[in-house]
């Protein structure tokens, strides 16, 4: 067996024995088991710890049937080990068996990472990325059948414009407080921008914007009519002790067949499924009441997305206004001097421009030759003449700026962090890549643009580049 299919296997039979919070004796003795029929080394199952769900769902689909047959049998053992088979552990199981038996391309897994949001509930959302307006009418014909069916089973459905409708239904005035009372500052022009923004809020856009920019997966961005389900979360450790514990959320999408009541029937099958794995079901009755505002779970985390004051509507956007000398993230100016500014493209360029994927650490970890070291110095000094009132006539040697270039690197990351959340800072801020190499930005090129006299136009088509070899 190849060595990325034993870690797929480890990564996969430790997020089934971790996904009801419990683990029994008989799963460790199975999993030590397992560990030594397939001859997983402590290495792989250190690595196994580094991958998505995904990931591994995609080792082991590419596996021959009967190896497949097996590990899959494998799984079931696990989750029935302590003799029940709960919520998670089902959907494990269930999301595994329909990507395995998928002939029609019908299924697909995503793994994100994405600090913040609830993982520990069960949702089933609609989402698309162009609307559709036969499916949109027959969820709402059907809407209250699709939501108790899935209500039974304890998982919330998700439908973008009831959520809106339910916004819409509330007292104005009560709403806008609610926001107020999120955003102490926020001007009285902004706080009706805002309010506008979430009684009028598309599926589209959440699908497109939210999902999207939030996972930073373009998968959501051209994706038809679909049922999106949240199925588990897999734990990554800390590298350093510095840093946080993070967690991949998985997303299974059920693609919708053209035909009528596509969604229900869809819902039904997933459910009639579900019912074969899960040996202690809990239903859950649906309870009626008067609106109110649900500052939890999944309301919780599209209210936050949408009521981000200082996002301006400039969601996960980069501008560098170069006629200004100032650059935009989220719509708002991040103030960094000229320098700084400069370095922080600098890092773009090489991210985006260059097939180093990122600014080399000259003299550190990486050998570089005199012409390379020439080349980066011309870069560096043609970027830093863009935002100078008076250009710098000649050069400097990149080795000459380097060791600036850490210390802008530093007060840069403290001028972001003022400015973007927890959740997102580290795709806008200079990383360092894993084996220390080099510095990169991590946010996609799409999302960077230059403003410059003829208008806006993205990062990576600036004529400048191509100048710069």
Known sequence: MRH????????????????????CKEEISLYNQIISSFDISQDE???????SQAEAVGYIKHMIPAEQK????ILQQAAYADNSCVAREALLLQTLSLLLNDTRDKYYLLSVLMKGWQHQEKYVVYIESDYMPAINEEIMQQYEMIANLLHLWKFEFIYIPKVCQSLREMDRGYLCDIIRYMNPRLSNEMLNT???????????????????????????????????????KSHVPASVATQQDTYFINFLTIRL?????SVLNEVRKFLDEYETFITEPEYHRP?????????????????????????????????????????WM?????????????????????????HHGGLVKAGQHYPLSEKDVQRLGNTYHAICNLFRETPIAEARSYLEDVQNIRGYIARIRTAIAHHIDDQDVNFYTPQDTTDKSRY???????????HTASGDMMFVDYPLWKTLK
């Open 330 to 354: 989220r719509g708002v100016e991040v103030q960094m001097s000229a320098t700084q500014l400069a370095t922080y493209v600098f890092i773009m360029h090489q991210t985006f421009c260059t």
């Open 45 to 51: 199952l250190y690595e196994a710890q580094f991958i």
């Open 70 to 73: 097996k590990i899959y049998s």
């Open 257 to 261: 067949d053209d035909e009528p009541n």
């Open 4 to 23: 990325h299919q034993k870690i797929a296997i480890a990564r996969l039979i430790s997020d089934l024995i971790k996904s009801d919070d419990v683990i």
């Open 194 to 232: 805002l309010y506008d923004r979430l009684i009028n809020f598309t599926t589209e856009s959440f699908t497109r914007d939210y999902l999207a920019n939030s996972s930073h997966q373009n998968h959501f961005y051209d994706i038809e009519p679909s049922l999106l389900i949240n199925v588990g």
């Open 440 to 450: 990169y930005i991590a946010i996609e090129s799409t999302k960077i643009f230059m």
């Open 287 to 327: 309870k009626r009441g008067k609106t109110l505002f649900h500052y939890h779970g999944f309301y919780k985390q599209l209210f936050d997305f949408l009521a981000r004051h200082h996002t301006n509507g400039e969601e996960n956007r980069i501008l560098i206004d170069l006629p200004a000398r100032r650059i």
